[in-house]
């Protein structure tokens, strides 16, 4: 079954230096999808060191459990957020978009 429309939940705004945990989630897809994150559009890598356009971010992702975790939140981690669920069943489904503030 592919998946449905996948729902994110993005805080609003997000303290500087505290934690701050996104999640995706998706309960129609069978198997259950995995889930890929994007901020302004790019999609976030599982490690962000190795991109030079997130090393400065500090986060977690599982793509299994679609949370992205911030620990801590950096003023540069504001933007606009969404999520997709894929399962290889159909096509990948996208969430709407949210922002965060930093």
Known sequence: VPPGKPLAHVPSSATVGAR???RCSE???SPPPTFRWYK?????????KSSPAFRNSSYSLDPSTGE???EP???WDTGDYHCEASNNV???QKSDVFRMEA
Do not use: R
């Open 20 to 22: 701050a945990v996104l």
């Open 68 to 70: 992205l975790v911030f």
């Open 73 to 75: 939140v950096g003023g």
């Open 90 to 92: 159909g096509t990948p």
């Open 40 to 48: 302004d559009g790019t999609e976030l890598p599982q490690d962000p």
């Open 27 to 29: 309960d129609q897809g």
